[in-house]
T-cell receptor
């Protein structure tokens, strides 16, 4: 079965500090696409960052970056200069191409403290 | 439209009643997906459509769940004879057809919270 594992149910970070959320996945496909979604209390799903598995370079979006280790099937999210608005559930997910369903991890709840 | 629209926001049903949820994908998007997020936050894929055709229905509980995407109408997800365990947030997402090695981002609607009493 294809799975996504987020081993940290909860994480906490102080404002302005850096935090890393971990994610590992298991797929037999050679081509796939990885995502981190943010879900605030409103429940709206917001795409934070994406990574194509065939690209070696790690994706970066402003304060968000990933550490993609294809051989280890690891896809961690680093949030730099954390802000109060970053507090949310974060879901790691992947799909294997056009029209393929997303497979999600169980999420990590991130708290940001003053 | 520019966003995925879902109606209603909230739906309350007694056990055994029917529930019908609607989704309008982003204009021009050919793929529609339904996901169920239960209270433990776990996401479960239900079904996907390519235009009005079922693309993948491997996640659908066949006995009570059905879904349609008809031309010029919102897509719908219907649950006959709801059970307590159907209480969840149901998300619809849509994506573009794209050729080549692109990430095919799925854009999510705000969800419909179904409460079965």
């Amino acid at each position: 079965a294809q799975t996504v594992t987020q081993s940290q149910p909860e994480m906490s970070v102080q404002e302005a500090e850096t935090v890393t959320l971990s994610c590992t996945y298991d797929t037999s496909e050679s081509d796939y696409y990885l995502f981190w979604y943010k879900q605030p209390p409103s429940r709206q799903m917001i795409l934070v960052i994406r990574q194509e598995a065939y690209k070696q370079q790690n994706a970066t979006e402003n304060r968000f970056s990933v550490n993609f280790q294809k051989a280890a099937k690891s896809f961690s999210l680093k949030i730099s200069d954390s802000q109060l608005g970053d507090a949310a559930m974060y879901f790691c997910a992947y799909h294997t191409g056009t029209a393929s369903k997303l497979t999600f991890g169980t999420g990590t709840r991130l708290q940001v403290t003053l | 439209g520019e966003e995925v629209a879902q109606t209603p926001k909230h739906l309350v049903r007694g056990e055994g009643q029917k529930a019908k949820l609607y989704c309008a994908p982003i204009k021009g998007h050919s793929y529609v997906f339904w996901y169920q997020q239960v209270l433990k936050n776990e996401f479960k894929f239900l079904i996907s459509f390519q235009n009005e055709n079922v693309f993948d229905e491997t996640g659908m509980p066949k006995e009570r769940f059905s879904a349609k995407c008809l031309p010029n109408s919102p897509c719908s997800l219907e649950i006959q004879a709801t059970k307590l365990e159907d209480s969840a947030v149901y998300f619809c997402a849509s994506s573009l057809v794209a050729s080549g090695r692109v990430s095919n981002e799925q854009f999510f609607g705000p969800g419909t919270r179904l409460t079965v009493l």
